[in-house]
């Protein structure tokens, strides 16, 4: 049996994690911006002291933005995927979501029930799975401690994740098997959803974060130049 109180200890340090990166992200990112500030503000020397001021606040005020920025991504992309990769918070989400789903479908009244779901003998119209995967989705937000922003966001976030994937093996198994066999998907997400997430969550970060290294500085050295030929435009 999952225990949704674990799970809201586990969202509740997460949310810890976010801030930290989130906060992490903005110091570098700014630390970069003194530095390339100073390296434009040099280059601009000579020039009218206004044009000094504007390269060395245009750079500062564009590393704000993208430690703003960065480091929301970064917050949100590392948690989730320590919450999956070392907590495998995904497994447990979708033990809670699952049981929550075949416990509706014995509850439905109808047979044959959980007995023959749990034998594989049985598979669910894909419209109806998916009715009972809303429902459940609702339900795992609606329980646990309801405090904190942070932490909600958290919880919302890998469930989102636990939603999408379920989906999609829904309607692959629904297009092969003409139905929904609600154990096997379980099984099959309890042990693939956590590596597959935290595999297509780092990839588009990498990028990010390596498009922040190399473009900042071409922009910023672009733009030094554009001051110095503006300065001496004017005269």
């Not at 749990?118 to 459940?136: M, T, V």
Request: net charge positive; aromatic share 6%.
């Amino acid at each position: 049996m999952v225990d949704v109180r674990a799970i809201g200890v586990h969202t509740a340090g997460l949310a810890w994690l976010a801030l930290r990166v989130f906060i992490g992200t903005m110091v570098v990112t700014a630390l970069g911006g003194v530095l390339l500030a100073g390296i434009s503000c040099h280059f601009v020397r000579n020039e009218h002291w206004m044009y000094v001021v504007i390269a060395g606040l245009l750079v500062l005020v564009e590393a704000a933005v993208i430690g703003v920025v960065l480091g929301w991504k970064r917050a949100q992309v590392l948690t989730l995927a320590h919450g999956l990769g070392s907590l495998r918070l995904g497994r447990s989400l979708v033990r809670l979501v699952f049981g929550c789903m075949i416990e509706a479908v014995s509850n439905d009244g109808a047979e044959p029930g959980v007995g023959r779901l749990a034998r594989g003998l049985e598979r669910i119209p894909l419209a109806r799975a998916q009715e009972l995967l809303e429902a459940a989705i609702g339900s795992v937000l609606g329980s646990g401690d309801q405090r904190g922003w942070l932490r909600q966001r958290v919880r919302q976030r890998l469930l989102q994740m636990v939603r999408k994937y379920t989906l999609t093996r829904f309607r692959e198994e629904a297009a092969g098997r003409g139905g929904i066999d609600l154990v096997k998907v379980k099984e099959e997400l309890e042990e693939t959803l956590d590596d597959a997430v935290v595999q297509k969550l780092r990839k588009p970060l990498r990028f990010a974060t390596a498009l922040v290294i190399v473009g900042f500085p071409l922009v910023v050295a672009v733009q030094t130049w554009g001051i110095v030929m503006l300065s001496r435009l004017m005269g």
